[in-house]
Each structure stands twice: as C-alpha cells, then as structure tokens.
C-alpha cells in the first residue's frame, strides 16, 4: 500500500470525533499530501537549516543574532507581517482564508549554553554533533520546513497560522518569550503547538516549577577569633538537610533538588554568605503548592536552628528568598481537541503519541486556559544540554515535519472554536 493511501485510511478512521474528523477531510487534501510528500523530499534542505542555524550562538537572554537569521529565513519563504517583538521573538504569519482558528506553532531560540561556547556542527552520516542542536535547533528546522512545504504547495486553512521563534524557554528565561507573546498576542489564540527536542512524543500535560535563590546572610569574620557568631554556610548546611528529608508524592511524580551552592572565601573565614539555586517540580499543582510549603519551611527552621545554636552571640544571620522562575503546573485532559487532533495526525503517519508530562513552553498557554501540547520534532536526540550533545536523523526524521504541519493544518482548518463538540 503506498503512503498516500496508508494516509487516506488512516484519517478515514482515526477517531470518530466531529471536531477531528472536520479537519481530517481537509489533511487528506491534495495540496496537503503533496506538501507531506515535498517535507519528504526536501530533508537534506531541513537538515542545512538545522545544522546553519546552531551555528549561531543563542545563550540565554542574547538571542538576536539567531533571531535576526530566523526573521530572515521567514521572509524568504514569503511569509507575511514578520517582525521581531519587543522582548526578541520572532513572529511571522500564514494569513487564513477565512475567519478560522488562529494556530500557533513555535520553536525557541534559546540554548543553556554561554556565549563562548563552540557550537559548530561535526557530522558522522546521519549523525550530527553540536551544543542544541537538538534542543531547539531541530524544532526550528520543523518550523521552516512546515513553512517551505505549504508554501511550496499553496496549501491553505481557513484560520491564520503563526510561525514563532521564541526566546526564553530554558531555565533563566522563565519562559518570558511565550508569557509576553500571551500578554501581547498578535492575535485571539485558539492553539498553541511548540515543536521541542527530538523524537515522536506528545507533551500533553505540564510538569511545573518553582525556583528559588536562598541567600542566608551575616556579618562574617575569622574563624577562631569570631567563633561563636552563626554561619551562613552552616544555616545553609541545615537548610539542605531538611530539604533532603522532605516527603514527596510519586504519584503525581514531585521532585526537588539543591543545584547550585555558593559561599565562602577561604578555609579560616566564616563566610557572609551562604546560598543555593532550588528547582521544585510537580505535574500537580497542589502537590506544587504542597512542596512550596514545605521548602519554606525547611529553610525558615534552618535559619532560626543556627541562630538559636549560638545564643550569646550579638549578631544574627538572616535570609533572602527570591524567586527565579514559575512555570505552571497544569494537567488538562487528554480529550481534549489539539491532543485527538495530535495523535490522530500521529496514527495517519504510523506511530502512536500517548500523552505525556514535560515542562515547555506549552506550560504557559496550558495555565491560561489555551488548548497546547508540545511536539517532539523528529529523530533520535541525546546529550541535551550538554556540549556532546548530538541528534541522528535516521531515515524518518522527516516524520517530525510532517506531523507538525499534519496538526496545524487540521486544526486551522476545523470549523469550530476549541471546546466544541
């Protein structure tokens, strides 16, 4: 059986669902499977873009060279409106043919890795070597090769299709790109779709966090002349213990973890500072909020056990909790519209997508109310967010592309409003 009919079967019976199979009449078009049939083609094409575009270095918060790229590669595949916001996303629009479902499909500039880092590409056949190049150079590749190909076959949708370039999705951005396209929309956004990392998942529900910077403070001095004051960096030692000892659920699946430490200016000072980086994580958000609480108290007992352990001293140590990052928790239901439409597109290409949990830009969206899953963009990825990072397109990377463009063409093209029956 050739593809095209595989395709034709598998829309015909995916899922019987109105508000899905509306918009499978209309993937299973001809422009719509000559544009599946043109990602295809052109894979050699959407590995160069990846490749080319991690070559540009991306680190947090200093997106704009990889930005003013991607704007550019937009424009040339006749894209309309593109522009750059004023946070740094990248934002260029698929106008509709009527007044359908607005869609988002984005992919994030940003990479966790310092500006001077070596990001050039070594490659091994299919296998490519590169700091992000998987985690997001490849879901910026499915962006222009899902714009080429429509582009390409004049496929059209009844509701507008944005393609986003986003900063600010790794852990120092707090996802300030996606939170700022939403306090901003170019647009009522009924779907949002980010294309993250590698493989063929589907992130359906959002893994939250809270993170925090713990500064416990005093005035320091030597350690055998001023001993007997509090220390920082024992108050701090505390603190990390009673972490260590908090109770969390696994199921819903809560985790916690002291990253970084700091403090300290040699082996005879008792230090002014003692300080820690915490990520706290849950798919729930009272299990979240549960964990929140405890933290703080774990580190509110730490402070007042090492003053309370040096009671004739004449000074105390204190404590500055600062908030570094928030990304909502959320956990709607599988049912829903954009995730039948997912693995329904999914089923059409031969694999299936069950939901799952992950913390991506859809966290924001998903928190609002929005309709928004996350799309692996094809492959097979290892190391993420390490300098031996690599991605291996194997010989069906470009189903990644061809899901994507699947999803946001069905869903721009339903004839009802997310929520619908």
């Known amino acids: 059986m050739t593809f095209r009919r595989i395709l034709r079967a598998a829309l015909a019976v995916a899922l019987v669902s109105p508000c899905v199979t509306q918009s499978q009449d209309v993937a299973a078009t001809t422009p719509v499977r000559a544009a599946l049939d043109r990602i295809r083609a052109d894979n050699a094409w959407t590995i160069e873009q990846q490749v080319s575009i991690c070559e540009i270095p991306a680190p947090p918060f200093k997106e704009e060279r990889r930005a003013a ?100 999705e790794e852990g120092p951005g707090d996802l300030r790109g996606v939170k700022h396209l939403f306090a901003k929309p170019p647009a009522k956004i009924d779907y949002f779709i980010s294309v993250d990392g590698t493989g063929l998942g589907l992130t359906s529900r959002a893994v939250g966090s809270n993170r925090y910077k713990v500064s416990f403070k005093g005035p320091g001095g030597h350690s055998y002349g001023a001993f007997g004051m509090p220390s920082p960096i024992h108050a701090l030692g505390r603190a990390i213990a009673k972490i260590s000892a908090i109770q969390v659920p696994r199921t819903p699946k809560t985790t916690f973890n002291v990253g970084i430490v700091e403090g300290g200016t040699s082996v005879n000072t008792i230090s002014p500072l003692g300080a820690m980086d915490v990520d706290l994580r849950s798919e729930s958000p009272d299990a979240l909020a549960t964990l929140d609480a405890a933290f703080r108290k774990a580190v509110d007992e730490a402070l007042a056990d090492e003053n309370a352990r040096w009671p004739q001293s004449r000074v105390k140590v204190t404590v500055d909790v600062q908030s570094t990052g928030v990304r909502p928790a959320a956990a709607p239901p599988d049912t829903s519209r954009i995730v039948r439409t997912a693995q329904a597109a999914a089923r059409a290409l031969g694999f299936e997508a069950p939901g799952s949990a992950s913390s991506t830009d859809a966290n924001w969206p998903m928190s609002l109310g929005v309709e928004a899953i996350t799309l692996d963009g094809g492959g097979e990825g290892r190391g993420a967010h390490s300098v031996t990072e690599s991605y291996d397109d194997g010989d069906r990377g470009w189903l990644g592309p061809q899901w994507a463009l699947m999803v946001v063409t069905m869903l721009a093209s339903s004839r009802q409003a997310p929520g619908g029956a």
């Open 69 to 168: 790229e991607m704007k550019r590669r937009f424009e040339a595949l006749g894209l309309r409106n593109v522009r750059i916001d004023s946070i740094g996303n990248v934002i260029a629009e698929r106008p509709g043919t009527s007044n359908g479902p607005v869609v988002i499909l984005a992919a994030h500039l940003d990479t966790v890795f310092p500006e001077e880092t070596d990001v050039r590409v070594q490659r091994q056949g299919t296998l490519l070597k590169g700091p992000g190049i998987g985690d997001d150079c490849r879901g910026l590749a499915v962006l222009l090769a899902v714009a080429k190909a429509m582009g390409a076959e004049n496929v059209t949708t009844a509701g507008a299709i944005y393609f986003v370039a986003n900063v600010g």
